[in-house]
């Protein structure tokens, strides 16, 4: 969809644009090319623009990563506690998958490399200062993330970063969808709907939402992984959250889910929706391993002396010893279409809680066996 360049503007008045970085004839190239459309700012330091964003709160911001007195990624996180709805646009000439996926965590929309070309930047931040119009009166933190998401469908290089958001998201929209289908064909229908049933489909629903709310704080503070290290929860209710976003997502009636896991007050550290966050990706990993007519998967759990442990096993055709090693990496994948990040997320996760999961191959069910090991929680 082609996009206009000319200014998007709200009762006649130029938005407001502000860049940060510390090359003089970047600076004059950007003043060159958006002069004439936005009201624009810059600066040099982190400092600097800072102080020009607080006074001024432009909607865009095109930021450096490399500056002279902070880091980017610094200016990105206080940009953020000033205005969550600012759109960020990273400016790099030392692009990494480890500053992109920060960068996505702490919810900039964009990552664009030096030399960047001069028309994609420029349809890119008129989208951008559109979208600021169109919210003006709707700052509220779940329309940044869903702005921010959509955003994404035009990246390149963060392209891989944020498919695990789109990952994780999948399961609370699946569960949630299908609760309000069976609640409306009940409806349309109308046939009586049983207490048990509203009461089993409330429940999913307002897991399902309470979820996706803390997907979003997950997503944009991912960087921040001590702040997991400070919560516990039980780990049966990790475990069930995770059970009841996948449940629907099932390739086929003829593969078996079974669940043998302890009830009882087995604390493991972490918020409850980040474990489950990890398992529910390891689960999906292992849908994907398991024949649609043959498949089966099972999840054990059990205390081991001061430890807890999570082991997902199936019976797929296993992991080749030659990429064993290689799974967890960023970007790598064995699955056609894959994007290599669901299991690099969980064990990020996992270990940023004090755990460790491995891999064994073949396993249990002669798959693959995915076992996550947690300290027990005081």
């Known amino acids: 969809m082609a996009v206009s360049t000319e200014n998007p503007s709200l009762a006649g008045e130029k938005s407001k644009v502000l860049f940060i970085d510390d090359d003089p004839s970047v600076l004059a190239s950007l003043h060159l090319l958006f002069d004439s459309i936005y009201e624009t700012y810059s600066a040099s330091t982190v400092a600097e623009g800072l102080r020009i964003f607080e006074v001024n709160h432009p909607k865009v911001v095109v930021l450096d990563i490399r500056l002279p007195d902070r880091s980017g990624i610094e200016a990105l996180r206080e940009i953020r506690r000033m205005d969550a709805s600012a759109a960020v646009i990273m400016l790099t000439g030392n692009s990494t998958i480890n500053t992109a996926e920060e ?112 997907l979003v704080e997950h997503w944009r503070s991912f960087s921040d992984l001590h702040t997991l290290m400070h919560a516990k929860c039980r780990a049966d209710h990790a475990i069930e959250t995770a059970i009841q976003q996948v449940i629907h997502q099932i390739p086929s009636p003829e593969v078996l889910l079974q669940v043998q896991a302890p009830k009882g007050n087995y604390y493991i550290p972490g918020d409850q929706f980040a474990v489950a966050r990890s398992l529910i990706n390891l689960l999906l990993n292992a849908f994907a391993a398991v024949s649609p007519l043959s498949g089966r998967i099972l999840l054990t759990a059990s205390q081991q002396e001061n430890s807890f442990q999570i082991i997902i096993a199936d019976n797929g055709p296993g992991i080749d010893s030659s990429v064993i090693d290689r799974i967890f990496l960023p970007n790598y994948t064995t699955k056609p279409g894959g994007k290599g990040i669901g299991l690099h997320v969980s064990k990020k996760i996992i270990e940023s809680i004090g755990g460790k999961i491995t891999v064994k191959s073949p396993g249990t069910l002669s798959g693959a066996d995915f076992i996550v090991t947690l300290p027990l929680a005081n």
Not at 172 to 187: D, H, N, V, Y
């Open 103 to 214: 960068s996505v965590r702490l919810g900039a929309v964009d990552y664009v490399n030096k030399p960047f070309d001069s028309s994609s930047l420029k349809n890119r931040i008129a989208q951008l200062a559109l979208a600021s119009v169109a919210r003006q009166s709707d700052k509220n933190i779940e329309y940044v993330a869903k702005e921010s998401l959509d955003n994404f469908s035009n990246l390149q290089v963060l392209q891989d970063a944020s498919s695990a958001f789109l990952h994780d998201v999948t399961s609370p929209l699946t569960c949630l969808k299908i609760s309000a289908e069976f609640l409306e064909k009940k409806m349309q229908e109308k046939e009586d709907v049983e207490t048990a049933e509203i009461s089993q489909i409330v429940g999913m629903m307002s897991q399902s939402v309470s979820f996706l709310q803390a």
